[in-house]
């Protein structure tokens, strides 16, 4: 068998603007992540102009939402809408929104969270790199919790059932005993050693 990350508890680390990586958090593969914790900030012309126009929108609103002209009463609540939709659709949680309205203070740099606790199996950020929408930047996964593939020949097929439990032993290390389940046999065979993944 072979000791595999557990897929479902992987996260790839992808920003949804263009911009430059400003300052790293996280330097190294191998480092340690917890939930929330800053990964690297990330400095966007475009977020900066997308806060100049919701500051002026949110400035602009009592103005003009008081207008006896219904389109630009209309005109000031959807542009409004419109930056703080494009804001969240960039991930920029409410709580930057709020600390945007309520100081006026533009961020320069955006914080970019890691979405899970883990280890960080891939880094390909770099500070002052330029990034974009699709660039994945970091692989975190939660490696408490990991896959142990094994292959088992077809005619063994019929003796493993799923939920039946199992213990592995390693060949470094055959003190050690790992306890686990059978979660899931795979439906296929491979053509060339008769075996199922298991």
């Given at each position: 068998g072979r000791v595999e990350v557990d897929e479902r508890r992987v996260a790839h680390v992808h920003i949804k603007l263009e911009g430059w990586i400003d300052k790293l958090s996280i330097?190294?593969?191998?480092?340690r992540v917890q939930r929330g914790q800053i990964l690297f900030t990330l400095y966007s012309p475009e977020l900066v102009a997308t806060q100049q126009e919701y500051l002026l929108a949110v400035k602009g609103k009592p103005?003009?939402?008081d207008s006896p002209f219904r389109e630009a009463a209309e005109g000031a609540q959807s542009l409004l809408e419109v930056t703080h939709q494009r804001l969240r659709l960039w991930d920029i949680t409410e709580d930057h929104v709020q600390d945007l309205e309520r100081t006026g203070?533009?961020?320069?740099?955006?914080p970019i969270?890691?979405?899970i606790s883990g280890t960080v199996i891939n880094k390909i950020a770099l500070a002052g790199?330029?990034?974009g929408p699709g660039d994945e930047l970091y692989t975190?996964?939660?490696l408490s919790h990991i896959w142990i593939v094994a292959d088992v020949y077809e005619y063994e097929l019929p003796l493993i059932k799923t939920g039946q439990l199992a213990t592995v032993t390693l060949s470094y290390d055959p003190q050690t005993v790992l306890h686990g389940r059978a979660a899931f046999i795979y439906p296929t065979l491979d053509p060339q050693t008769r075996t199922a993944k298991v």
């Open positions: 330097n190294y593969t191998g480092e103005t003009l939402g203070k533009i961020l320069k740099t955006l969270h890691s979405p790199m330029r990034v975190i996964a939660d």
